[in-house]
């Protein structure tokens, strides 16, 4: 891994990597790093409550508005962006999306993935987008895939916290502070909150009670905000600490 790694974020819906992730993102960004996020969905249906209460709204004003507003977070968080298209409730990957991604992540030559918990049952949306990272990184992997391009190293894939932690048995291993960026999430969630303006206040309390769980663990005084990460993968070293 070099002093400023390389992050790609897979993002199950347009505004998931804004409330999960967006204080990584930020921080990585604001160190130098690269940071790519893929949105294999607009979340047109399922995660635009805000938007169908709209008169006249129809499925393409929708996707529309979500890529105009997860564009807008993505640049206040200092990463690029695209959009796979591929719809939600349910959202379908193929075997030609698989191979996309795997391009892309052969391009990226991410050291850190970010994604889905492997389990939320509420919404399998997000089981599908982590079970398509860990594919793609199998394949992206591969020395005999694509003979042109060059394969990614061990990435490591941090799952980002699901909205109900406890029953998707998410654990936290990683809590990340976010406090020198923490504005920065604040203005990328407020360019989500036209379609799921309830979720503001819930990320916003959440990256406080993670920020004292941190000081709780050894953080700094200082600290005030935090995300969760989960890993997928054991970490290596040559100390105990």
């Given amino acids: 891994m070099t002093d400023r790694p390389s992050v790609l974020v897979i993002?199950?819906?347009?505004?998931?990597?804004?409330?999960?992730?967006?204080?990584?993102?930020?921080?990585?960004?604001?160190?130098?790093?690269?940071?790519?996020?893929?949105?294999l969905s607009f979340g047109e249906r399922g995660e635009s409550q805000g938007l169908w209460k709209q008169e006249g709204m129809t499925l393409e004003k929708v996707k529309q508005t979500r890529r105009e507003q997860s564009s807008a977070a993505a640049d206040v968080l200092g990463a690029s962006i695209e959009f796979l298209d591929l719809g939600d409730y349910p959202l379908r990957v193929?075997?030609?999306t698989q191979d996309r991604i795997v391009s892309i992540m052969r391009e990226r030559q991410p050291d850190v993935l970010l994604t889905h918990v492997a389990n939320d049952p509420y919404n399998r949306d997000h089981n599908l987008a982590h079970e398509t990272t860990l594919l793609t990184r199998m394949v992206a992997q591969a020395h005999g895939h694509d003979r042109s391009t060059t394969?990614?190293?061990?990435?490591?894939?941090?799952?980002?916290?699901?909205?109900?932690?406890?029953?998707?048995?998410?654990?936290?291993?990683?809590?990340?502070?976010?406090?020198?960026?923490?504005?920065?999430?604040?203005k990328a969630m407020q360019c989500m909150s036209g379609a799921q303006g309830h979720l503001l206040q819930y990320y916003t309390e959440l990256g406080l009670r993670r920020g004292v769980q941190a000081v709780r663990n050894g953080?700094?005084?200082?600290?005030?905000?935090?995300?969760?990460?989960?890993?997928t993968y054991p970490t290596v070293g040559d100390q105990l600490w």
């Fill in 94 to 96: 193929d075997e030609a």
């Fill in 11 to 39: 993002s199950a819906h347009a505004a998931d990597f804004v409330w999960r992730a967006g204080g990584a993102i930020a921080l990585s960004a604001s160190r130098g790093s690269a940071v790519h996020v893929v949105c």
């Fill in 151 to 186: 394969p990614i190293g061990a990435a490591q894939v941090l799952q980002f916290e699901p909205h109900q932690p406890e029953v998707c048995g998410f654990t936290p291993e990683l809590l990340l502070d976010i406090t020198p960026v923490f504005d920065r999430k604040t």
């Fill in 219 to 231: 953080a700094p005084a200082g600290v005030t905000h935090a995300e969760a990460y989960q890993r």
